[in-house]
């Protein structure tokens, strides 16, 4: 009789189990240091088993394919190699309650049918209509590439010439206000700019926003092309005083802007906001260590990516031909042991995704790209400024390095400031993290809106 009431236990729970509905939208939110990310696994059931994908809004990231899922008594698993990412959790009372693990880290997540109500976003520093300025689209021309490039002038008024700059975005296609995670950077500099009397050029990416090119096979140098385009535009334009045209770049806006300056003695100063001062193979390498400590990856774990990337590098900056690259990393990747992958997986997705990110002309042409090298040629004056909390540009030793290559060649005119508390984005913040960007109301911290702009009223005045 007992041996009964247990089968029957047994067999009544299975039918539990069994009947757990696991088809549809769960949702999470992922709590790394510094930010509260939203996530979306969306399931289904088909006659071949379950398939999911995921999304991270806050990301911009949509329909991320899932490489495994499965669900078996109650046991939720999703794997998606290609971001070392895992989610095992145990269905219970319509929740599924379990740990989320990417690169060596383990979260606690709970997953919900019910979407979390989505905080609005607030940007109070971004400026809106109407302005106490003229604003106008433009459109000019790069002859030496054969393309129009977008973009957007604001002059403090049109009865006299003014100073102006030329706002040169970071890396990835980006529009004529660097918008990202929410923030429009550039429309706030602008803005602030040209309130204080500072004519402001910003313009879409080649072959992003309105601007023609394509941005897929150009290279930081192509850029540089454009940013030097966009300074001839201004010397056309009766409302610029041709002698006070500035540049002023953010992140590899900030290596371009050297590179510019270098060619063009007309150029009247250049502020480098979060701009490096070491090749990217080594600021990339730096760039990763940093990263990865402050999310709380495993040591070990980091010191295998470290190593991949190493030999990654070495690799691109040996060989020229794309197609050629492209079978050697594919070749290299293969050739690794379990044991030295991070996460320990390494599928053909991920093999693929790794070798289409570094097989590039501007990811080849950054590598090796050393941007003290211009830096040692600019005469005019330079402002260099970094967030002492930045993981991607690390402010220590790339600030450093900049300093000490204009002091060897003989620039005296420069200044060099680290702000207390800052990311690279230039946000007041807590831990530096890129995924707190978007959490941040801040767009761009005022004390740098400040120091750039006195600066720059400093050296225009100056100038007779």
Not at 119 to 125: N, Y
Not at 338 to 346: D, F, H, R, T, Y
């Amino acid at each position: 009789m007992k041996a009964t009431i247990i089968l029957m236990v047994i067999f009544l729970t299975t039918i539990g189990v069994n009947a757990q509905d696991v088809s549809g939208k769960w949702y999470g939110i992922v709590e790394v240091p510094g930010a509260s990310l939203p996530i979306v696994f969306n399931i289904e059931e088909t006659d071949d088993g379950f398939v999911s994908t995921l999304d991270s809004p806050d990301q911009g990231a949509y329909g991320i394919e899932v490489k495994t899922t499965t669900f078996v008594e109650g046991i939720l698993s999703i794997e998606i190699p290609g971001l070392f990412l895992k989610y095992t959790g145990q269905f219970e009372n319509e929740e599924i309650k379990g740990t989320f693990s990417q690169s060596g880290f383990d979260i606690p997540l709970v997953l919900t049918r019910n979407k979390p109500e989505k905080k609005a976003l607030q940007r109070p520093q971004e400026p809106t209509p109407p302005f106490p300025y003229h604003s106008e689209d433009v459109i000019f021309k790069n002859e030496e590439a054969g393309i129009n490039l977008a973009g957007t002038l604001t002059l403090p008024n049109m009865d006299q010439e003014h100073p102006a700059v030329v706002l040169i975005t970071g890396s990835g296609a980006q529009n004529r206000d660097q918008e990202i995670f929410g923030h429009k950077p550039f429309l706030v500099i602008s803005d602030y700019l040209t309130r204080h009397g500072i004519a402001v050029l910003r313009f879409d990416d080649r072959g992003y926003g309105e601007s023609e090119g394509d941005f897929s096979s150009a290279t930081s140098k192509d850029f540089a092309s454009d940013v030097q385009s966009a300074v001839e535009y201004l010397m056309a334009r009766p409302e610029i005083d041709s002698k006070r045209i500035g540049l002023v770049g953010h992140s590899e806006g900030g290596m371009i802007a050297p590179m510019v300056a270098a060619k063009n003695e007309k150029i009247a100063f250049i502020v480098l906001l979060a701009g490096t001062g070491m090749k990217g193979s080594d600021l990339l390498h730096l760039q990763v260590k940093q990263i990865s400590r402050a999310s709380g990856m495993q040591d070990s774990e980091i010191e295998k990516s470290l190593k991949i990337n190493r030999n990654v590098f070495n690799i691109v900056s040996k060989t020229e031909d794309i197609n050629d690259l492209k079978s050697k990393l594919e070749t290299y990747y293969k050739s690794i042991p379990s044991e030295e992958i991070p996460g320990g997986v390494l599928t053909d997705d991920i093999i693929n995704y790794q070798v289409n990110m570094w097989a590039t002309p501007w990811m080849r042409f950054f590598l090796n790209h050393d941007p003290l090298i211009p830096l040692k040629e600019v005469k005019c004056p330079v402002l260099a400024v970094n967030g002492e909390k930045d993981l991607q540009v690390p402010p220590n030793e790339n600030l450093y390095a900049i300093e000490k290559a204009l002091k060897q060649s003989g620039n005296k005119n420069h200044s060099i400031v680290i702000f207390e508390g800052l990311n690279h984005l230039f946000q007041e913040c807590e831990t530096g993290l890129p995924s707190s960007y978007g959490q941040i109301e801040q767009t761009f911290a005022p004390i740098v809106l400040e120091t750039i702009t006195e600066w720059i009223v400093t050296q225009t005045e100056s100038i007779p």
